[in-house]
């Protein structure tokens, strides 16, 4: 069974950096796991050495609706028992 808590919000380019930089430290200093914030919960994630790393950028123009970009960063491990 799967579990998926998600949080969309709006965030200045300085408070992004600033979760981001927060986020890394939390998986650079966990060793027994990690605790990611989403929105106004904390979801604790298992351990593990390696971690699979995929990063997409989207790049769309349009001239209706402007350019947009996205970048999606998904991480993937399996925690160690």
């Known amino acids: 069974m799967a579990?998926?808590?998600?949080?969309?919000?709006?965030?200045?380019?300085?408070e992004l950096a600033d979760y981001l930089s927060e986020l890394?430290?939390?998986f650079d200093e966990g060793e027994s796991g990690v605790d990611v914030p989403v929105g106004n919960k904390t979801v604790s994630l298992g351990n593990s050495e390696d971690?699979?790393?995929s990063v997409d950028?989207?790049?769309r123009s349009s001239r209706l609706?402007?350019?947009r970009e996205t970048v999606t960063v998904t991480m993937s491990w399996k925690p160690e028992s």
């Not at 579990?3 to 300085?14: G, Q, W």
Request: glycine share 4%; charged share 40%; hydrophobic share 25%.
């Open 3 to 14: 579990e998926r808590t998600t949080n969309d919000e709006v965030l200045s380019r300085s």
């Open 24 to 26: 890394s430290r939390r």
């Open 51 to 53: 971690v699979s790393v």
């Open 57 to 59: 950028i989207v790049e």
């Open 65 to 67: 609706r402007g350019d």
